[in-house]
């Protein structure tokens, strides 16, 4: 090495070794806090699981298309390995059929983890939407979806474990409060009454129910967010009745949007928009239209 080469290669190093000590303290403080046990006071609020099979087709299609289950879980609920990497870590949402997970979940366990984001073994649930869950969906929805999970086919899948890491980025980002609005059981009330039935139709109340889930991405406000996935992911889009959102559509570009994953100007949307909305009715469809064009005109939340 030349003689004027040295001290660089020597502060390089300096900077490896010390960065890299920093970085192993923050992924291992990130990745204790995420395992950290969590408390919640009380009893669990259960219903009784059907088994009839009206309530396990409803439970279907809470499940696989308002709830989005499969977008984490996989269509056949068996379990997905998302991504498994040291920059952003591991996310292997479980397999929630007999043949996994959902052999040993009590009903107890199936309500703690959807409507309080909290597992079985007590640590907080990451990404998980249980917020949403828990604002739009009455006991006996919940049981119904539990009903129709405890009905599949056993799928034989191991992703080994953990089902959650915090890889570099994402302890940064955890560290930083960048994830707190994805850690569910922070964002609920647990002492809150579960909410109460609210009938079908194509009316305002309806669309409001269906739209928690649409929250966790599009925000509280439903004004857009800026990007949270990995690089290139977009921001989501502003859904109020604002230019900058949902003004100038109409109801049936709305649902092209929703059913085929088109924007107004045909392209693709980005995958981060859930597929399963292809499922979606045409009450619901309405339904959500009705109550989006009754929120403030917001503008845009994309980051900019
Ligand atoms: C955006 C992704 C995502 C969606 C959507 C999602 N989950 Fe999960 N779910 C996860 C992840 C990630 C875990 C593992 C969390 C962990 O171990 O920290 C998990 C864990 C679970 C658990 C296991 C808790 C335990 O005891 O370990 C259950 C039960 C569950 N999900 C049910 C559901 C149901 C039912 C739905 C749909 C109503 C759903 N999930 C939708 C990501 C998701
Ligand atoms: C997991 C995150 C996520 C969820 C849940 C979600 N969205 Fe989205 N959505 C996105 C992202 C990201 C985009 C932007 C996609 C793009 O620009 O390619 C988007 C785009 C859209 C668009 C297209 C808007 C435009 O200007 O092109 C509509 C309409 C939409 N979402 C409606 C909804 C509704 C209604 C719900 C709830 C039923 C919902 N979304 C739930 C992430 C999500």
């Not at 979940?105 to 309080?116: G, P, Q, S, V, Y």
């Amino acid at each position: 090495m030349r003689e004027y080469l040295k001290p660089i290669g020597i502060g390089v190093l300096i900077v490896i070794v010390f960065g890299g000590g920093f970085l192993g303290l923050q992924v291992r403080k990130a990745n204790g806090l995420l395992n950290a046990p969590v408390t919640l006071d009380g009893p669990i609020a259960t219903a009784p699981i059907p088994t009839d099979p009206e309530s396990l087709a409803r439970g279907e299609h809470l499940a696989r298309v308002v709830g989005v289950c499969g977008e984490c879980h996989g269509d056949d609920m068996g379990g997905k390995l998302d991504f498994d990497d040291l920059m952003m870590g591991r996310m292997a949402p479980p397999n929630l059929t007999r043949g996994g997970l959902g052999a040993t979940l009590t009903d107890e366990d199936w309500f703690r983890a959807i409507r309080h984001g909290v597992t079985s073994q007590g640590r907080a649930i990451l990404i998980m939407p249980s917020a949403a869950y828990n604002r739009a969906f009455t006991l006996e929805e919940v049981a119904a979806m539990v009903g129709w999970l405890k009905s599949l086919p056993p799928v034989e899948r191991d992703l080994g474990e953990p089902t959650m890491r915090l890889g570099i980025i994402f302890s940064l980002i955890y560290l930083g409060g960048g994830l707190e609005k994805d850690v569910g059981f922070v964002n609920i009330d647990h002492s809150a009454a579960p909410p109460a039935a609210v009938e079908e139709g194509p009316t305002v109340a309806y669309g409001n129910k269906l739209a928690a889930p649409c929250r966790s991405c599009h925000g509280q406000d439903l004004a857009g967010l800026p990007p949270s996935g990995p690089p290139g992911t977009p921001p989501a889009r502003n859904l109020t009745p604002h230019e900058t959102g949902l003004k100038e559509w109409t109801r049936d570009e709305f649902a092209v949007a929703l059913r085929e994953s088109k924007g107004r100007d045909g392209r693709e949307l980005n995958l981060f928009m859930p597929r399963a909305y292809k499922g979606l009715t045409d009450v619901e469809i309405d339904a959500m239209w009705a109550y989006l064009g009754t929120t403030t005109p917001t503008p845009w939340n994309n980051g900019e």
